[in-house]
């Protein structure tokens, strides 16, 4: 019993599909549009001289396009030529040698021109060549002689051909000739020996020569091989002696090269080809080639050793498959090298297709035309096939390098455009019309349909829609509000909506509606969810005697509202019920069982959306009883391998196994494990597939696409496995899109300043089709920046120029020749770390003698993840250094406490931030200084400061100045002679006036009469205080010898009537001090 995998479900769905998901909306026809090639024949095409030739070129347009062609550049007037003709509604041209002629007249560059009244669309310059091949030319060749051991090269010297023939060795009785390490085919055709053995000349050597058109073989003329020996008697034992050529006496050698000759060489190869480099050296023994790149290794992905390791061949060249390769050529004697410096040049590629635009009057817009290639190629544009600078000016067009720029279009900017980008190495062209339309949106697909899908299906949606301007389309689902896109939700450019999982709940009628400025247009689909079919009780394998009743079970569970049909095949065709055989809904049963009913029998379970398929096998004995259940005490061992593996049943996805069973030796086989091998990507690995019971013989295997599969079976019995079966046929799968992308998708920077993304290749089971490849796209997260992409065909790529530690959105998608896989997941990667920045707020606190505290705060630019903290101190005393002491510190720690060995010492501390590219900036600080010290060190300090020794002699220059102002106001203390110029008279009742002056003595240093004594005891002035000033007016005052004051004491009116005897009084020298204030 097996369950056999359905093919797809078949819906009803006839909009599924028919549009390219992200396709460019076209023009209906029904509307005015210029040209647009459909069709074109290959840029170089050959073509047999046996039958006409078919030069394709085809257009639509409305209204419907004329065709001309050139030859050569110049004009091909049709007409004139009665071979030529152009077929119906069709550019392609017919040459019909029926009646004579000669292809090669033909020959030459054609280009075809589709026009109407809109424009001229071009194809590409195709170059017709006719395929010849030649004959080879008549010689006579003498044998060759040579001696035995020494290397020979056989040429072929093929005719030229078109294309090129292939070339293989042959002997002149049509038997390949061995090819080994020592013999092989070179790449040019020619044969080499890299050591003769007397057994060469058994054979003789023709080269052929086999040309594809004509499908013909040549064979050029055989040489015969005259080996010299020492040892004329040939042991065919020696062939495979370990010490095969000292046994036959021949002298061993060092290798040296026969191709390429030399040490180096160089090689051209274009971006996207096949690099194929060749080695191939004599000597003896023959040398092994072993193949090397410098400064890296070789592309493991793409790289493949042919030709017994003679050749290297890298496929879908890069650019990064550039620099030096040598090839190593060793034996026992020694070894030599030849280096080839490959060079990567390209044809253009595109980077950006120039795009047909459709733009509504008024409306902006702009071509691009982007490639790239090596060397850089050149942009030329076209109007209608005419150079753009012979073109009539438009002032609504400008021109800026790849880009055409269109400024408020009208209805008569309508034209195709062509960009022709070109280097010595080819050439890309590409046609692009610009149609200015005012149309409102319209739907192009009919109106209210019904679509039935299966439960958890993925399906799609259509809504092809048209407008000018290009209208935006909106899906809603039962009328309401909310835009479906997101989640299970897809909505592609086309319009299409996709919904990746279908639930019950998705049941319901869906709108889609396209709007513009001149209006809107909408469309319903309603969608029904249904069941899937599905059979819960399969038939069973079974063993029946002849002429018993057997009954097949196929109980099935499906949708009411779909039909059900139920039937039977048997070995895979369609069973006849005849009057043995009874079908109902739910079973088959066979009455009188013969023979020939052994087989296997299918129940198909099928409504008009889908089915499901259940397989069992009906094994008929004969009248005699089975032999009994061996004795148990038989000795048990593993069984034998199963033998005869069938391949049967195949499809594009399964394909059913069916083996037979060996003995088990005493003891049942429980399980069969089938293992595949694929010979693409890991040749010679197997791989368990599945596991099925001990009783079945024969399975329904799933499979990928794009693999060539090789199945073996191992059974199992409680004692242990046998050996591998011999493996089956092959079998190759039809190549499909990948259905999932790469794994393990990381980007990480290995330097600071780039990231490098890598992921876990793709398996052969899930490439699904040839050159496998991934498209890798990456951006600064959080920004607006396009997305940058590259195709790789390893598992790395590094991106360059960088910032340091940023975060990057990166994703890969992986693509092969049928087309890509589903979009990927977006993951995080960031760019390389740098030495981070130090420590922030680095700070050094002593609580107390015993303790010091650390705290920082992290760097303000980590430049990465941060791993930690390196501290490092040391103690010092003065001159003397303790030993330095190191910790480490987790990334999250931002305190330290330091226990002091001694209350004396100070530390100094340095502290660094770390990556994992090392340690970052550090900062210092030292402990704070004991207090004794710092007393004296502050001292010592501030007695050196500029600040310090400016204000100490200041204050001595005050100090100095006081003592002089008080020795001069001391000096003044002399006889004031106040009676001749005072008519008032002395009271008695003043006894320092009897001789009419007064003494100025140590007395007068007492607090004057009426001054106020101050808290601290200083005394304060008085308003009365004499002052210089009050004798300033006389002017002609002048001073004796004893320092006393001579002139008139004149003081003022109101001061000698108020002021009385007390401006008499001496002026001590506090009050001399606050005159000078």
């Known amino acids: 019993m097996a369950r056999q995998q359905p093919p797809p479900w078949v819906h009803t769905a006839i909009l599924l599909c028919l549009l390219s998901l992200t396709g460019a909306i076209e023009i209906p026809m029904d509307l005015s549009q210029p040209p647009t090639i459909t069709k074109q024949s290959v840029k170089d095409h050959i073509v047999d001289p046996r039958d006409n030739i078919l030069i394709e070129c085809e257009a639509k347009g409305n209204p419907a396009p004329s065709f001309h062609w050139t030859r050569n550049s110049r004009f091909f007037n049709i007409a004139k030529d009665p071979r030529v003709s152009m077929r119906r509604r069709s550019g392609t041209l017919v040459i019909d040698f029926r009646s004579g002629g000669r292809p090669e007249e033909y020959e030459g560059e054609y280009q075809c021109f589709a026009r109407n009244k809109f424009g001229t669309a071009l194809s590409n310059r195709i170059r017709l060549q006719v395929s010849k091949s030649p004959l080879w030319p008549k010689e006579n060749l003498d044998p060759v002689v040579v001696q035995e051991g020494a290397p020979l090269t056989l040429q072929c010297n093929p005719p030229p051909g078109l294309p090129s023939p292939v070339i293989f060795w042959m002997s002149s009785s049509m038997e390949p000739i061995t090819q080994d390490k020592r013999v092989s085919q070179g790449h040019n055709g020619d044969l080499y020996f890299s050591n003769v053995m007397l057994q060469d000349m058994q054979t003789d050597y023709s080269c052929n020569a086999r040309f594809h058109f004509t499908h013909t073989i040549q064979q050029k003329n055989a040489f015969t091989l005259k080996v010299l020996t020492n040892n004329p008697y040939n042991d065919s034992s020696l062939r495979n002696h370990p010490d095969m050529y000292s046994a036959r006496g021949v002298a061993e050698r060092t290798p040296s090269f026969m191709y390429p000759q030399g040490t180096a060489s160089s090689q051209m190869v274009l971006r996207g080809m096949d690099l194929l480099l060749e080695c191939i050296a004599s000597g003896v023994p023959t040398p092994d080639i072993a193949w090397y790149k410098k400064g890296g290794d070789l592309p493991s992905d793409k790289a493949k050793f042919e030709n017994f390791n003679k050749a290297l061949r890298i496929t879908n060249v890069s650019e990064e498959d550039s620099g030096e390769y040598f090839c190593l050529a060793s034996n026992k004697m020694g070894s030599i090298r030849h280096t080839i410096s490959v060079r990567v040049k390209a044809a253009p590629y595109w980077l950006d297709e120039p795009k047909n635009l459709i733009l509504a009057p008024g409306e902006d817009g702009r071509l691009v035309c982007r490639a790239n290639g090596n060397p850089k190629p050149t942009v030329q544009w076209m109007v209608n096939g005419e150079p753009l600078q012979s073109a009539p000016p438009n002032p609504n067009r400008e021109v800026a390098g790849d880009t055409i720029i269109f400024r408020d279009t009208q209805i008569s900017s309508r034209a195709v455009y062509q960009c022709n980008t070109s280097n010595e190495h080819g050439y890309l062209l590409a046609n692009a019309f610009v149609s200015v339309l005012d149309v409102p949106p319209r739907m192009l697909s009919p109106r209210n349909q019904l679509i039935r899908v299966i439960l958890y299906n993925r399906t799609r949606l259509d809504c092809p829609f048209f407008g000018s301007p290009i209208p935006t389309l909106r899906w809603f689902k039962n009328g309401q509000g909310s835009n479906l896109d997101g989640g299970n939700y897809h909505v592609y450019e086309n319009g299409s909506l996709e919904i990746k999982m279908i639930r019950k709940e998705d049941q319901g009628i869906y709108t889609c509606v396209a709007t513009n400025i001149l209006g809107k247009a909408e469309n319903q689909v309603r969608l029904e969810v249904k069941d899937p079919t599905r059979i819960y009780r399969m038939p069973e394998d079974q063993v029946v005697k002849r002429g018993t009743t057997v009954q097949l079970e196929c109980r099935v569970k499906h949708d009411p509202s779909l039909k059900l049909a139920v039937s039977w095949l048997k070995d895979d065709e369609p069973l006849y019920i005849g009057n043995r055989m009874k079908k109902e809904d739910d079973s088959l049963t066979i009455f009188g069982v013969a023979e020939r009913d052994q087989g296997s029998y299918t129940c198909v379970a099928s409504t008009e959306l889908d089915q499901d398929l259940a397989k069992a096998s009906l094994t008929v004995l004969a009248d005699q009883a089975t032999p009994t259940n061996r004795l148990a005490a038989l000795p048990k061992g593993r069984p034998d391998r199963p033998r005869d593996l069938e391949l049967t049943d195949l499809a594009e996805r399964s394909v059913r196994l069916t083996w037979i069973p060996g003995d088990d030796n005493n003891s049942p086989i429980t399980d069969y494990v089938v293992q595949f091998e694929e010979d693409q990507f890991q040749p010679g690995v197997w791989h368990d597939h599945s596991k099925f019971p001990g009783s079945v013989n024969s399975a329904v295997l799933r499979l990928s696409p794009y693999v060539n599969y090789q199945f073996r079976v191992i059974a199992i019995n409680e004692v242990g496995s046998s050996h591998p079966s011999l493996p089956s046929e092959r079998y190759r799968t039809s190549g499909a899109p990948p259905e999932s992308n790469p794994a393990d998708v990381k980007g990480e920077g290995t330097r600071k300043n780039n990231m490098e993304i890598t992921w876990t290749p793709m398996n052969a089971t899930s490439a699904f089709g040839p050159n496998l490849r991934y498209i890798v796209k990456w951006r600064r997260r959080e920004t607006r ?136 900036e550090a900062v210092t600080e030292e402990s704070p200084a004991p207090p004794n010290e710092a007393y004296t060190n502050n001292q010592a300090d501030i007695a050196t400061q500029g600040w310090f020794i400016g204000l100490m002699c200041a204050i001595a220059l005050l100090v100095l100045i006081l003592l002089i102002v008080c020795f001069i106001k001391r000096s003044r203390g002399g006889k004031y002679p106040v009676r001749e110029k005072k008519d008032v008279p002395l009271g008695p009742e003043d006894p320092k006036e009897e001789d009419g002056s007064f003494d100025y003595s140590d007395e007068d240093n007492k607090p004057l009469q009426g001054s106020q004594t101050s808290l601290d005891g200083t005394i304060k002035q008085q308003e009365s205080d004499d002052s210089l000033v009050d004798y300033g007016e006389g002017g002609e005052g002048q001073f004796n010898e004893d320092g006393s004051f001579i002139g008139q004491y004149t003081v003022k009116k109101d001061k000698e009537e108020t002021e009385g005897n007390e401006s008499s009084e001496a002026t001590s020298p506090v009050n001399a001090i606050y005159s000078l204030a």
């Not at 010091?852 to 791993?867: A, F, K, Q, R, S």
């Open 785 to 920: 920046e396009t997305w940058n992409n590259v195709t790789v065909w390893g598992s790395r790529y590094v991106v360059g120029q960088t910032p340091v530690y940023v975060p990057y959105e990166i994703r890969v998608q992986a693509e092969n020749d049928f087309g890509k896989g589903p979009e990927p997941d977006t993951v995080i990667g960031y760019s390389g770390e740098d030495l981070p920045s130090a420590p922030r707020r680095f700070r050094v606190r002593q609580p107390n003698l015993e303790t010091i505290n650390l705290e920082w705060d992290h760097p303000e630019h980590p430049n990465g993840i941060l791993i930690g903290y390196t501290l490092k101190y040391v103690a010092f005393n003065g001159t003397k250094l303790g030993k330095q002491i190191v910790e480490n510190f987790s990334p999250n720690q931002t305190k330290f406490t330091v226990q002091r060995a001694d209350p004396v010492s100070r530390y100094r501390f340095t502290l660094s931030a770390r990556t994992q590219v090392g340690s970052g």
